[in-house]
């Protein structure tokens, strides 16, 4: 899998990127409001996504988000190639930038 993240651009202004290589295939698989300043991301065992969204790094005066970071877990349940399951997984870390995933889980 191969994951690409983009921020501060609103889902319709994303161009699709082109690949270089005719084997890989880009889609988007989330996008904003679903998942919001993505500075990193991991995929586990079982193909779900988790992304941090930092709300804390560089927090502009007014910024209306979260107050803490979180990392958000992304599942394609159905198989269409779209994360239609979001939960948050972990919420209130400060100036988090980027998260791992263990082999065992």
């Given at each position: 899998?191969?994951?690409?993240?983009?921020?501060?651009?609103?889902?319709?202004?994303?161009k699709?990127p082109?690949?270089?290589?005719?084997?890989?295939?880009?889609?988007?698989?989330?996008?904003?409001?679903?998942?919001?300043?993505?500075?990193?991301?991991?995929?586990?065992?079982?193909?779900?996504?988790?992304?941090?969204?930092?709300?804390?790094?560089?927090?502009?005066?007014?910024?209306?988000?979260?107050?803490?970071?979180?990392?958000?877990?992304?599942?394609?349940?159905?198989?269409?190639?779209?994360?239609?399951?979001?939960?948050?997984?972990?919420?209130?870390?400060?100036?988090?930038?980027?998260?791992?995933?263990?082999?065992?889980?």
């Amino acid at each position: 899998m191969l994951v690409l993240v983009t921020s501060l651009l609103q889902a319709e202004e994303i161009k699709t990127p082109r690949s270089l290589d005719d084997r890989v295939k880009i889609e988007l698989f989330a996008s904003e409001p679903d998942i919001v300043t993505v500075t990193g991301l991991t995929v586990d065992q079982q193909n779900r996504v988790y992304v941090v969204e930092s709300h804390t790094h560089f927090r502009p005066e007014n910024y209306q988000g979260p107050k803490a970071d979180r990392i958000r877990l992304l599942q394609d349940t159905t198989g269409d190639g779209h994360a239609d399951r979001i939960q948050t997984f972990y919420e209130g870390s400060t100036e988090t930038m980027n998260v791992a995933a263990h082999p065992d889980g």
